[in-house]
């Protein structure tokens, strides 16, 4: 009888499927198991999948529409990656089997959409169906994906609330734990599962812009928007530059020059250029550095829309000697990314803690040439957006120790709008997605950030 029953599979899969493609939401469907895929086996980053100009060929042939629901679905199925595999868990008689890996990112795309979207669950379940039988890995497995996506659409009230397994690697639960203790903890896992608001840095009355938007004010001086769907572009004040997208912790390590009028500060990895607009306004004259040619292309186009204006030039930091030694540098230095991660949520499963420990070591590096740039007297911002001590306290601590003509110059509560919660005891800045919190999580939170203020001494 089960052989007989495969034949009629496949006998139905050769009729149907024949015009099936067509059917609306499909394709859609089809891509986001298969980006899912490629985040949780291969590692793969979801901005490069997701990039409207050289992202996958899937989701290149998709419209913008069907693009937003791909997107939707894979924030949704890696935020909470653990609650999602306990449900389906609970809906099979016995796991899957090991090596039926686009089986598992197919039910846990359709899980995705019952679970936390705005589709319907027939919808869901029913193309969730039809990508099994497309898929000939799958075929024989289509009749089980309907009876679990099904029972798990009639249970999913029960099941939903299910929050206590996971929703982050081990390896990234156990580095918050380290550093931050159980609680702390878990209150960064928690909010990771939401999407995060939109922040602005603001060239003018962040009162009055945030009036005029319908958003909020943050004590940091940014603009908090609640998140909503439609252009960003199409928002009061970007045509005429008053704003730009930046969350409220990437905004404090340049605020850490104090006056800039005048001063020649180099931002050392610059694009996309939220920092260099920052010291620009603020009246510096500023030199942009950034290996990439494509990505200084941006930066330069961002500064045109904002009326802002940089040098900029294309090098390798270890490489860069300025004409003359510079008042300041800004290192925002390339990290593990961990503090994105209510923004770029597939960050927990596409990095590892060996990659935290060779970034740190790079960062080390790339400090260690960033002070010998500042005249003596000179200050020097070190930043970045990992979670992890070892990219941001432990490389701070390391330098003070290994260089006697650079002293650390701590942060005050003040010059980060008050917020005494970010200054650690040693006057660092320490931000947490857990940090900043409101009674609406939608407002609430910031990205993880790290920064420290040194002077060269002689």
């Known amino acids: 009888m089960r052989q007989q029953h495969r034949s009629k599979r496949s006998s139905f899969s050769s009729r149907e499927n024949a015009g099936a493609e067509d059917r609306p939401g499909l394709a859609a469907r089809q891509c986001a198991a298969r980006l899912l895929g490629a985040v949780i086996e291969k590692h793969t980053s979801l901005d490069g999948l997701t990039d409207n100009g050289n992202g996958h060929p899937q989701y290149m042939a998709l419209e913008e529409r069907d693009r937003s629901l791909v997107r939707a679905i894979l ?9 999602i595999e306990a449900a389906l868990a609970a809906m099979v008689d016995r796991p899957l089997p090991e ?51 099904r029972r798990l659409s009639r249970e999913k009230e029960v099941l939903g ?28 896992i928690e909010i990771q599962r939401v999407e995060p608001p939109i922040d602005l840095t603001v060239k003018g009355d ?19 928007l609640p998140v909503f769907q439609g252009s960003l572009t199409a928002l009061d004040g970007f045509a005429e530059g008053e704003w730009w997208v930046q969350d409220t912790a990437a905004s404090l390590p340049a605020r850490l020059f104090g006056d800039m009028e005048g001063k020649r500060i180099a931002d050392l990895c610059a694009a996309p250029g939220g920092k260099t607009a920052q010291l620009a306004y603020a009246g510096a004259h500023v030199t942009a550095l950034d290996l990439s040619a494509n990505r200084l292309k941006r930066l330069r186009s961002n500064l045109d829309r904002l009326g802002l204006s940089a040098d900029t030039v294309e090098s390798n930091l270890l490489d860069y000697r300025p004409a003359e030694l510079l008042d300041g540098v800004l290192l925002d230095a390339p990290c593990s990314s961990t503090g994105t991660v209510r923004r770029h949520p597939d960050v927990p499963w596409t990095k590892t803690a060996d990659d935290v420990v060779k970034l740190a070591k790079l960062q080390a590096q790339l400090l ?22 070892l990219e941001g306290e432990d490389v701070a601590r ?61």
């Open 398 to 458: 390391n330098l003070l120790a290994a260089n006697p003509a650079i002293e650390h110059v701590p942060v005050t509560a003040e010059e980060v709008g008050g917020l005494s919660e970010l200054i650690t005891a040693e006057g660092f800045v320490r931000s947490t997605p857990a940090d900043l919190r409101h009674d609406d999580a939608a407002f609430s939170g910031m990205d993880g950030f790290f920064a420290a203020r040194f002077r060269r001494k002689y």
């Open 75 to 83: 924030g949704a199925a890696l935020r909470n990656r653990g609650t």
């Open 206 to 224: 962040s009162e009055a812009l945030a009036q005029r938007l319908g958003g909020m004010a943050l004590p940091t001086g940014s603009v908090r």
């Open 161 to 188: 609330a299910n929050t206590s397994a996971p929703n982050v690697p081990q390896w990234f639960e156990r580095m918050l734990v380290d550093a931050y203790g159980a609680d702390k903890a878990a209150a960064i």
């Open 99 to 149: 090596n039926a890996v686009g089986l598992r990112q197919l039910l846990h795309v359709a899980a995705a959409q019952i679970l936390y979207l705005d589709v319907p669950d027939r919808a869901a379940v029913d193309l969730a169906v039809t990508a099994s039988n497309f898929d000939p890995r799958n075929r024989r497995f289509a009749s089980m994906v309907n009876a679990v996506l």
């Open 368 to 389: 260690g040439h960033a002070v010998t740039l500042v005249r003596p007297g000179g200050i020097i911002v070190f930043s970045n957006c990992s979670l992890s001590p």
